[in-house]
């Protein structure tokens, strides 16, 4: 929670290129990585690469579409997909209309926004279909009941059969006349869904060969080089993807989220490499800014957790990813001034904080307090600031505040070297801040069992409790184990019915607690 990797904020990170096999990353070489090597901490100058292709990007923007289509049971996930995938294409449609680009590539983003209407209408019928064959179905079943019930009355009233006969018979025709209405039903659904599904299927392969064809065309106008364009989906792995579509944005972002069991500092400082080169591969003019923008804060991500890996606090000589994480912040707020969500500054302030400049990372801090001051990594951060600016008063505040917000993570507060002066200077303040404490009480009924209360005294909340309690009374020993997932710092757990105590009192009450925050 204090260094976590945040969410790019835009529409074309939502999207999660997981069904192809994740490959090791490697490093394009490419000459504009130089950059990294200036020693300036000012921002990096993004300029799109010589050899970028506006109509190429874009057949990369639609080849992402179409390859990361909604498709899930669920119908509100399916509603969302679908909104960042028209967003995705409209984005995408405007900056290119506004830069040029390709009229019949054009064409090709509106057949896609109109084939998601089309799925859009696809889907509320299929929906409709659903709910008509339930309410048929029940109304059948109703029918059916009815006739059972004048064959039990015929048969009892009628036939002078005996009660268990015309039960039976009654029984027969309502299974029977069940099972031909279910599978009428079943049938009528089956057919009115294929029909459904043919009339879409039609349209989208339709739209699909046709964006094929331009796009084929398009790269043998262009002279791109075999495999560069495609909206096929690809069974190879991510690098070779990356390779052989190495004008391709997307797909070094694929290959930079990739997860990593084992990531390290060098293998972070890679995929923000891979993110700065997709930036750089992004047409010019301000159409395009949210994906310049968002190469950018990802590769801002992942900077910055190469600095966490190289050493997960601030105190220290800066590590060798941290000039990074600070030119790239400075880079994010070039790109994006204005910082309405304060992200970047945020960021900033991580970076200036892993750099040793803590005055100006708690300046920086202090100027989004407000807009920012209910997020408790944020205010933990502050209280880190604070302890390293030589003011542990007001380290302790901010640390009281951070778990008021929900910040739980003791242990990391126990053993960063960031909180070296709030340790020191206010060691007892230190210690109850630090401490688990908790007041244990029973609770007694009368002839029934017996309650067992915990208090949370911790300035923290206490996670995955296991609490065991010994009780003594009259020579009788009790024990009683309690395990409570979450206990709110002054809040009380009751353990009900958890001990059976004769009497009504006890003579000794001992305790063994274990927690996360124990550790």
């Not at 639609?62 to 990361?68: Q, S, V, W």
């Not at 064409?107 to 696809?122: K, Q």
């Not at 993110?275 to 159409?287: E, H, K, N, T």
Request: proline share 5%; charged share 20%.
């Amino acid at each position: 929670m204090r260094f976590e990797l945040h969410a790019a904020q835009y529409v074309l990170f939502a999207l999660a290129l997981s069904s192809v096999v994740p490959d090791a990353a490697r490093a394009q070489s490419d000459t504009s990585f130089r950059a990294f090597a200036q020693p300036s901490d000012g921002p990096m100058d993004i300029q799109p690469s010589p050899d970028v292709d506006q109509d190429l990007f874009l057949v990369h923007g639609l080849r992402l579409i179409y390859t990361n289509w909604p498709n899930s049971d669920d119908q509100k996930k399916i509603a969302k997909d679908l909104a960042t995938m028209r967003g995705l294409a409209t984005t995408l449609r405007n900056a290119g209309s506004g830069r040029g680009a390709d009229r019949e590539l054009l064409a090709a983003y509106d057949n896609c926004l109109s084939l998601m209407d089309a799925y859009e209408t696809y889907l509320t019928n299929i929906g409709a279909i659903n709910r008509q064959t339930l309410q048929s179905a029940a109304q059948a079943l109703l029918g059916a009941l009815w006739d059972a019930g004048g064959d039990w009355a015929k048969g009892k009233w009628i036939e002078g059969k005996s009660s268990e006969d015309a039960q039976k018979g009654a029984a027969f025709t309502f299974l029977w006349e069940g099972a031909k209405t279910t599978y009428s039903v079943t049938r009528e659904r089956q057919a009115a869904m294929e029909a459904e599904k043919q009339k879409f299927a039609a349209q989208s392969n339709t739209v699909f060969a046709s964006a094929n064809t331009l796009v084929q065309k398009l790269a043998s106008e262009h002279r791109w080089q075999p495999g560069e364009a495609s909206l096929e989906t690809s069974r190879e792995s991510l690098r070779d993807q990356a390779n052989h579509r190495y004008r391709d944005p997307f797909a070094l972002l694929a290959l930079a989220t990739v997860d990593e069991p084992n990531e390290t500092a060098a293998i972070a400082v890679t995929k923000a490499n891979y993110c700065i080169r997709a930036a750089q591969l992004v047409p010019a003019g301000d159409g395009y800014a949210t994906f310049r923008n968002g190469f950018i804060s990802q590769a801002l991500g992942f900077a910055l957790q190469a600095a966490f890996l190289e050493r997960p606090y601030y105190a220290g000589p800066p590590s060798s990813s941290a000039p990074l994480a600070l030119r790239l912040a400075r880079t994010y707020l070039m790109m994006d001034p204005a910082d309405q969500s304060g992200f970047g500054r945020v960021q900033l302030e991580r970076a200036l904080g892993f750099n040793g400049r803590y005055n100006e990372a708690l300046d920086t801090a202090y100027a989004i307090s407000k807009q920012w001051g209910s997020d408790p990594a944020f205010a933990y951060r502050y209280a880190l600031l604070m302890s390293l600016t030589n003011s542990p008063d007001r380290a302790a505040q901010y640390l009281a505040l951070a778990y008021n917000l929900g910040y739980n993570d003791v242990h990391d507060v126990r053993v960063t070297p960031d909180f070296e002066v709030l340790r020191r200077a206010r060691p007892q303040l230190f210690d109850q801040l630090t401490t688990v404490k908790v007041s244990p009480s029973i609770h007694f009924y009368p002839l029934l069992p017996d309650d067992i209360l915990i208090r949370n005294d911790s300035p923290f909340e206490l996670t995955n409790v296991r609490f065991k309690a010994y009780i003594s009374n009259q020579g009788q020993q009790y024990t009683a184990d309690v395990a409570a997932k979450s206990i709110k710092p002054g809040a009380t757990y009751t353990a009900g019915s958890a001990t059976y105590i004769t009497g009504n009192h006890y003579d000794s009450f001992t305790y063994s607690i274990s927690c996360d925050q124990c550790k």
